[in-house]
């Protein structure tokens, strides 16, 4: 039985997209629909709360999207929300709505939001993992990642065919602002020489003598792949020619990371963690984050879960050195 003090529930997806958002707001709309709740779905985010931009949802609305990528409720970042006038207005749209919780499906800042509405306002709120990045602390994987990580690997693999056949060194770069999570796990996965990421210094000067050392032995092409935040591509592909003489190239992936149908992984983790979150508000368990952590449900404070997740980086920077 549902919780009598919850009879309606909003959703909402917020910050930057990634596969498997669609996958989740079905699975929250599906289960409170099954525990006998009404939906209100709003539009871009918290601009959608604060501009009263909201769509009634129910068992039919999210229909045939479990597999397309991106959000049909649309996304957006918020600076106007970070304001006390923004979160009143938003506070007045969800009881104009009549709505008694909300799921919000998104990365840090959007946490950042779900705990100011619960901590600030006592809107009881949960929020999901909805993150490339994978930087969310409480969860080993967040919404999305395993896509983004699938989808830049793919380009990569097609990147080596040509930098082997033109004997080039490529320099590689791939979405993640403070995180080196997609990075890491891409030069990995892709076999590639070099990563450089946001968490840790990077010497360019063993890059360029290691690039040497390789030629000397007939080593005749070279991945480098770069965290955006921690480089630019192009730069470091400038700096390559300058010091080794060596032809370089560079690649942006950009926001194709972003795009795409969601992996069997991330549509069963969004279906998964969706459903959890209304069990979470029915239990009375408010201002909280699920995830998963050793594949069982995790749930932790919002607050909490704003921190950054922790990779494994010197192993995987280890591994990458191992065998190249």
């Known amino acids: 039985m549902a919780d009598k003090q919850i009879k309606k529930i909003g959703v909402l997806t917020s910050g930057g997209d990634g596969p498997g958002m669609n996958a989740a707001i079905r699975a929250v709309v599906r289960s409170a ?5 009404g939906v209100t779905g709003f539009i871009r985010g918290y601009e959608g709360l604060i501009d ?10 999210v229909a ?4 397309k990528g991106g959000t049909f409720l649309k996304t957006a970042r918020s600076p106007r929300f970070k304001e006390a006038e923004g979160q009143k207005k938003a506070v007045a749209t969800l009881k104009k709505y009549n709505v008694d919780a909300l799921v919000v499906i998104g990365g840090d800042g959007s946490y950042a939001g779900a705990h100011d509405l619960y901590s600030k306002w006592k809107i009881p709120t949960v929020g999901l993992p909805g993150t490339i990045d994978n930087d969310i602390y409480g969860t080993d994987q967040t919404i999305g990642c395993h896509t983004a990580v699938n989808t830049a690997l793919e380009a990569i693999d097609k990147i080596r065919d040509t930098g082997h056949s033109m004997e080039r060194i490529f320099v590689v770069e791939v979405m993640g602002h403070h995180s080196g999570y997609i990075a890491l796990q891409v030069a990995l996965g892709a076999g590639a ?4 990421i946001p968490e840790r210094k990077f010497d360019y000067q063993k890059l360029y003598e290691g690039i040497k050392k390789g030629h000397d032995i007939g080593k005749i092409s070279w991945i480098i792949v770069v ?5 630019k591509a192009h730069q470091v592909s400038e700096k ?18 972003r795009g795409g149908s969601p992996t069997a992984p991330d549509r069963i983790l969004a279906t998964r963690l969706g459903a959890a979150s209304v069990d979470c508000l029915l239990r009375g368990e408010h201002g909280r984050a699920v995830g998963v952590l050793q594949n069982k449900i995790n749930i932790v404070e919002l607050g909490q879960a704003c921190t950054m997740s922790i990779v494994p980086i010197d192993e995987y920077c280890n591994l990458i050195k191992t065998l190249t």
Do not use: C, M, P, W
């Open 240 to 257: 390559v020619i300058e010091i080794t003489k060596f032809e370089s190239r560079y690649v942006v992936l950009g926001h194709i990371q």
């Open 193 to 196: 020489e070099d990563v450089i």
């Open 227 to 231: 965290a955006e935040g921690a480089g």
């Open 52 to 61: 009263d931009n909201a769509v009634e949802l129910n068992h039919r609305s």
């Open 33 to 37: 629909v099954h525990h006998g709740l």
């Open 64 to 67: 045939n999207i479990i597999d």
